[in-house]
Nanobody
């Protein structure tokens, strides 16, 4: 069983930055592929960024490429999402996701980009 707890969301002005964190319980964190999803009001959940378990390779949705960076610290059982040059369309609930033998979700953290 893995528990994921996101933090770091909030209100930010357009062009600003936020860093989301997702802390995972358990001793097998390094085996999990980690992902950040987001869901805007009235829209389907969207995969924003992925980081693999072994090589740490990353992949991004076109909508966030060049602005968001996903990273992980296996010693701290934590995955991060650095978000720069935020836009109003980035407003969403951001969810952490862990995938290996099973899939786990965090509770989500709200990010609001508004002036």
């Amino acid at each position: 069983q893995v528990q994921l707890v996101e933090s770091g969301g909030g209100l930010v002005q357009p062009g600003g930055s936020l860093r989301l964190s997702c802390a995972a319980s358990g001793s097998t964190f390094s085996s999990y592929s980690m992902r950040w999803y987001r869901q805007a009001p009235g829209k389907e959940r969207e995969l924003a960024a992925t980081i693999t378990s072994v090589s740490g390779s990353t992949n991004y949705a076109d909508s966030v490429k060049g602005r968001f960076t996903i990273s992980r610290d296996n010693a701290k059982n934590t995955v991060y999402l650095q978000m720069n040059n935020l836009k109003p369309e980035d407003t969403a609930v951001y969810y952490c996701n862990a995938l290996w033998l099973r899939e786990y979700w965090g509770q989500g953290t709200q990010v609001t980009v508004s002036s």
